[in-house]
């Protein structure tokens, strides 16, 4: 295939870094990948991509100012996507300088590595809903006021301001997505959405291998949740992605909400889990826990996601539902794989 542009993803490893190297390789892109050093292998979600002759992994942190500008100097890649972050809203409360110094300081690393040796490069920043806190503004959109409050979402807010800084001072292709929750079967295991069809899956292998339903304490443990009452709109990771790319295509910088349009409470997720895949009801298994509760939280996010649908012809694909059962049926997989 014909190698018509190179792109750099940081955060390669994770979530949106996966499908995204996954989704630009496709298009015949040359890809690098920026990968921190681990002590443990931190390549399970792109380990089918590593041997593709256009995908290139680079060791280095966001938050290395002479490593960022030695690469982006190097490369001059035609597309950066800085999808690297501490990106768990309940651990930034216990680690706000690491969410700061990356979230925050890595960003401004590359813009600034950009604006002063590849200044055509293209720039995607991985904003979020949580610029939001809690608003009275029903649907949010572009124009919504932002009200962060969580050590993440302040120091998320600093680099969504220099996307718009570097756009207007210095006329750097610079592009924020403002992306709602998306989740996939590659969701880290500490977020919610995980947290639930993980367990939810290991009902169901238990049932498989025993007369019966289980009961909680006895036979398997409970599943410990934090505030069940909270609601989010959801999507695929996979579609997100997409409209990440689509705005580097278009032909001016702008920044873009991109969202369902739908908002389900944390409780609705378990329902759908629970009964839709196994029958079962959540309440036998859930145990509430103070510990998942955060400092402050943000009670309800729904998105407006006209101005992407408008302009760029952006919209979500997978539903709701269907996105859990693709969760659920591939955590039971992966289970079924660890029987034999
Ligand atoms: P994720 O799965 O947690 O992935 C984060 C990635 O960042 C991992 O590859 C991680 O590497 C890397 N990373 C962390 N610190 C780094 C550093 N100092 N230098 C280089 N790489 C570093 O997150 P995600 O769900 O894919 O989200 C992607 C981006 O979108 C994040 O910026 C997140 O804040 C933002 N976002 C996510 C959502 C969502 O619902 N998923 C919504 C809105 C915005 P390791 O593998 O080594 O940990
Ligand atoms: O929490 C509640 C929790 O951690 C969702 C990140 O990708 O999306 C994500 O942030 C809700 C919150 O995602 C547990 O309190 C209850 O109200 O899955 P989450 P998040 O905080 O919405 C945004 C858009 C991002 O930008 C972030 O990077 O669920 N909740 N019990 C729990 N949350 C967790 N993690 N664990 C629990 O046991």
Known sequence: MKINKTALITGTTGQDGSYLSELLLEKGYKVYGLIRRSSVNTTERITHLINKSNFELIEGDITDSACIYELISGIKPNEVYNLAAMSHVGTSFKQPVVSCTVNAIGPLNILEAIRQTSPKTKFYQASTSELFGNTDVVSQSEITPMKPNSPYAISKLYAHQLVNLYRNAYNVFACAGILFNHESPRRGENFVTKKITKYVAMLLNWMDLNDGFPTKGVDVPPLFLGNIGTKRDWSHAKDMVYGMWLM?????????????????????????????????????????????????????????????????????????????????????????????
């Open 248 to 340: 580097l295509q278009y032909n001016k910088p702008d920044d873009y909400v991109l969202g369902s349009g739908k908002t389900h409470s944390v409780e609705n997720f378990l329902d759908i889990a629970f009964a839709g895949s196994a029958g079962l009801d959540y309440k036998d298994y859930v145990v509430i826990d103070k510990k998942f509760y955060r400092p402050m939280d943000i009670n309800l996010l729904c998105a407006d996601s006209s101005k992407a649908k408008r302009v760029l012809g952006w919209k979500p694909t997978i539903h709701f539902t269907d996105m859990i059962d693709c969760m659920v049926q591939d955590d039971y997989e992966k289970l079924i794989k660890c029987r034999d």
